[in-house]
């Protein structure tokens, strides 16, 4: 799957490697070349597992 983040981008929390403000959904460039397996997201967190890694981040994600 693809994975989508939006949102304030401070402190690149994002994943886009900018600290842009995003109104809509932005695809997350940097986890395309991995499998995504799953994705979990809280109020303070999210979770992006792969095939070989688990990446813990302060993203709003959405899985397509």
């Known amino acids: 799957g693809e994975v989508f983040s939006w949102g304030s981008g401070s402190g690149g929390k994002l994943g886009h490697g900018n600290f842009e403000w995003y109104n809509s959904?932005?695809?997350i460039d940097a986890l395309k070349q991995h499998k995504i397996i799953s994705v979990?997201?809280?109020t303070d967190h999210s979770?992006?597992?792969?095939?070989?890694?688990?990446?813990?981040?302060?993203?709003?994600?959405?899985?397509?």
Do not use: E, N, S, W
């Open 25 to 27: 959904p932005k695809k």
């Open 40 to 42: 979990a997201a809280g």
């Open 47 to 64: 979770l992006v597992c792969t095939r070989k890694y688990m990446l813990l981040c302060d993203i709003r994600v959405v899985l397509t």
